[in-house]
T-cell receptor
């Protein structure tokens, strides 16, 4: 079945550091890919998405590119802030039939 | 700013008791999801509705869990009888027709003693 794998956390960075959170997926078709963010005590919020190969999703300084050849959707940000501390989930949606979330990666940004 | 609402936000109960969690999806959204989040299992999809009809509840333990949408403004998740292993945060999410984006509620934190 479909699956999503994310890098193990927690990830701890200093403010203004560069962030990469790796995400790879397996799917039978050509899924849409998502990054969701969960702040403490809250539900998940959509951060960005990409619906086809080579699409780049971006929001709030975060970016991720849909790489079909490597089945990856790595999340990047050039300069993280303390307010970016949260848990980040990579997810896929396969033709609206199958919704799969990765295990989440906790990010802590220190001032 | 439209949001998914969930009640109760916190629930503590004893093993064997019935638990009902409620969700009000964003007005106009036609898809509703129920998820369970635990440290060990992460986020698991329990059930998925479109236009109030259940499309997938394969992730839900059928013997004790049930999910319904009595109308377009209310989704319920019921556990009867509850067990300590059901302790988790239960999220409801909704989505508009034709969109794959899900909008999550704040969750119900359930503790079964």
């Amino acid at each position: 079945g479909d699956s999503v794998t994310q890098m193990e956390g927690p990830v701890t960075l200093s403010e203004e550091a560069f962030l990469t959170i790796n995400c790879t997926y397996t799917a039978t078709g050509y899924p849409s890919l998502f990054w969701y963010v969960q702040y403490p005590g809250e539900g998940l919020q959509l951060l960005l998405k990409a619906t086809k190969a080579d699409d780049k999703g971006s929001n709030k300084g975060f970016e991720a590119t849909y790489r079909k050849e490597t089945t990856s959707f790595h999340l990047e940000k050039g300069s993280v802030q303390v307010s970016d501390s949260a848990v980040y989930f990579c997810a896929l949606n396969d033709y609206g039939q199958n919704f799969v979330f990765g295990p989440g990666t906790r990010l802590s940004v220190l001032p | 700013d439209a949001r998914v609402t969930q009640t109760p936000r916190h629930k503590v109960t004893e093993m064997g008791q019935e638990v009902t969690m409620r969700c009000q999806p964003i007005l106009g959204h036609n898809t509703v999801f129920w998820y369970r989040q635990t440290m060990m299992q992460g986020l698991e999809l329990l059930a998925y509705f479109r236009n109030r009809a259940p499309l997938d509840d394969s992730g839900m333990p059928k013997d004790r869990f049930s999910a319904e949408m009595p109308d377009a403004t209310l989704a319920t998740l019921k556990i009867q009888p509850s067990e300590p292993r059901d302790s988790a945060v239960y999220f409801c999410a909704s989505g508009p027709q034709g969109s794959e984006t899900q909008y999550f509620g704040p969750g119900t934190r359930l503790l079964v003693l």
